[in-house]
């Protein structure tokens, strides 16, 4: 079945600095990637949607020059946290879907970021 | 209203019970409705798609009432295993929508 590599697993940085995370769609050409964050105790909340070589489409309420989305090919999309502070740490989880009526939602495995 | 309501339980259950939760969504134009299991600190992991006329896999047995915009999940025999939060979720359709999660049943089975 459909697959999605989703680097690191967990990071932790410092306050100020920029993280990026990969999601790569192993067997699969993911024309759309979806971006999540979830909070403790919280539902998974959709950041951005990004197709691949556009600019991603933000959800109300997300900085787009804070949280960088790149889709630059149909088997990778980034997301880079940018002057993280600690309220930005969370679980980040990419989601991407390919063409056809037999592809669904795949998920990544979840990047945990804390920021100290 | 939130857009996808949900009890959060948990909901602690001897093993081998059977058991339902239930979710509503707002969004009228919803169009796909899914239930995904997820584990502690994991990724989402689709259970099941759910379909009008209702669909079974194995334990599990989902319903979709589009007229009440409520869809329900059961589970017969309840393994061990099974313990998890149960997201529902549901989409308005089409490859350019993301998903959109309840925040969870937490389901406890005990042996």
């Known amino acids: 079945g459909a697959v999605v590599s989703q680097h690191p697993s967990w990071v932790i940085c410092k306050s100020g600095t920029s993280v990026k995370i990969e999601c790569r769609s192993l067997?699969?050409?993911?024309?759309?990637m979806f971006w999540y964050r979830q909070f403790p105790k919280q539902s998974l909340m959709l950041m951005a949607t990004s197709n691949e070589g556009s600019k991603a489409t933000y959800e109300q309420g997300v900085e787009k020059d804070k949280f960088l989305i790149n889709h630059a090919s149909l088997t990778l999309s980034t997301l880079t946290v940018t002057s993280a502070h600690p309220e930005d740490s969370s679980f980040y989880i990419c989601?991407?879907?390919?063409?056809?009526?037999?592809?669904?939602?795949?998920f990544g495995s979840g990047t945990r970021l804390t920021v100290v | 209203r939130k857009e996808v309501e949900q009890d959060p339980g948990p909901f602690n259950v001897p093993e081998g019970a059977t058991v339902a939760f239930n979710c509503t969504y707002s969004n009228s134009a919803s169009q796909s409705f899914f239930w995904y299991r997820q584990d502690c600190r994991k990724e989402p992991k689709l259970l099941m798609s759910?379909?009008?006329s209702g669909n079974e896999d194995g334990r599990f047995t989902a319903q979709l009432n589009r007229a009440s915009q409520y869809i329900s999940l059961l589970i017969r025999d309840s393994k061990l295993s099974d313990s998890a939060t149960y997201l529902c979720?549901?989409?308005?359709?089409?490859?350019?929508?993301?998903?959109?999660f309840g925040k969870g049943t937490h389901l406890i089975i005990q042996p």
């Open positions: 979720v549901v989409t308005s359709g089409g490859g350019a929508d993301g998903l959109t």
């Open positions: 759910v379909y009008s």
């Open positions: 067997d699969f050409q993911a024309t759309t």
């Open positions: 989601s991407a879907r390919g063409d056809g009526a037999g592809y669904g939602y795949t």
